[in-house]
């Protein structure tokens, strides 16, 4: 089967770094340009770009856009530069490891190439972003056929969050198993959590499920518990931003919940990701760095309105982790992960996953 991406959420054009602002989705499709690595910087803190996919092709592309804006003519610049741009890049979200995953990449090749001229760096920087590009959709093509396996004619799935084309490079990791069931000409329906407090769920899975043609339900996040009791939900499939070694993972605020409420209700919970996700230094998920954002995104309606009284107390945790024995599988480009995960996941990714 030919699969296709349907949208192009990063790009790098004319030496700027192009993106498609998601915090104005889905009222208008807006391009972007970020011209320093500042921009970019703010771009993925204010969650113009998002998603730990896409979050990775940004910061290297910011990597890209700052090592060619710099002054830097000798091995030790060259160095000193890759070391900055690193750090200054990991810094803005630390949740998704895919972020410093992608860092470390383009330092890498920094570190390779030092002795070589600028030139010939930032020619290898731009192939390895490329590179992660294209691994990136053959990855959400890969992990779309396994997990469609799981997913019968008239089924009803549920989402949390977006793990969308919009959170990748164009095709996605849960949404892509939805767009691949589809595909295969399987009718399903599903539904969508709207994701508080920043409504990724209502903004953009809605609205790029309703894109591509996909039946899409859109639900508030309290009520997907009696969905459940109904019998309305065959599966759950949500994506991740961090999975630890014994299969524990990150995801968005609220995506525990719905795994305990799946495990309550007998539904099967699927986690799907990438290895770029992986991060096998990590024993448990207990060890997993998790972002508190903003307290006004909790207390305003998407920043416009006030919803809270004034100088209330807030916490604002942007994921949640979902303890491993409550997943029924992991779902990569290599096959499905089944319990038990440490050995399961050891076994597929081999003792270093050292990326490739
Ligand atoms: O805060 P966000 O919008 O970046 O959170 C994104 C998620 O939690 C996604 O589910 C996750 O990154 C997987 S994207 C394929």
Not at 38 to 64: D, E, M, N, Y
Not at 116 to 140: N, Y
């Amino acid at each position: 089967m030919r699969q296709k991406t349907f949208i192009n959420p990063i790009a790098w054009k004319g030496g700027k770094i192009r993106i498609i602002d998601q915090t104005r989705l889905p009222i208008e499709l807006k391009y972007e340009d970020c011209a320093t690595v500042s921009a970019v910087w703010q771009a993925i803190k204010k969650l113009k770009v998002r998603g730990a996919p896409l979050i990775g092709i940004a910061g290297a592309l910011g990597f890209l856009l700052g090592f060619q804006q710099s002054k830097a003519r000798t091995e030790a610049q060259f160095l000193r530069v890759a070391k900055k741009l690193r750090y200054r890049l990991v810094s803005c979200r630390p949740t998704a490891v895919n972020l410093s995953w992608a860092l470390s990449l383009m330092h890498g090749i920094v570190e390779t190439n030092r002795r070589r001229p600028k030139s010939a760096i930032l020619a290898a920087l731009k192939k390895e972003v490329d590179r992660i590009i294209h691994e990136d959709i053959q990855m959400c093509f890969q992990m779309s056929a396994h997990g469609s396996k799981l997913i019968k004619s008239k089924d009803s799935l549920l989402t949390v969050c977006n793990a969308g084309g919009l959170a990748t490079s164009g095709y996605g990791t849960a949404l892509g198993v939805f767009y691949r069931a589809k595909e295969e000409g399987k009718k399903i329906k599903v539904f969508a959590c709207e994701t508080r407090p920043l409504l990724q769920g209502a903004r953009l899975t809605a609205w790029e499920l309703k894109y591509n043609g996909v039946a899409v339900t859109l639900i508030c996040d309290n009520m997907a518990a009696d969905l459940m009791r109904r019998g309305e939900i065959d599966a759950v499939f949500v994506g991740a931003d961090r999975i630890a070694a014994n299969g524990d993972f990150a995801n968005k605020i609220g995506t525990y919940s719905l795994a305990v409420l799946a495990r309550y209700h007998r539904i099967p919970f699927y986690c799907v990701a990438p290895f770029s996700t992986f991060d096998l230094k990590l024993a448990s998920g207990l060890c997993i760095p998790i972002e508190e954002r903003d307290k006004k995104e909790v207390t305003t309606l998407y920043f416009k309105k006030p919803i809270a009284p004034e100088g209330v107390d807030v916490f604002n945790p942007a994921f949640d982790v979902t303890p491993a024995k409550l997943v029924t599988g992991i779902i990569t480009e290599k096959g499905i992960i089944r319990p038990p995960f440490k050995k399961n996941i050891g076994a597929l990714y081999g003792p270093s996953i050292k990326r490739r």
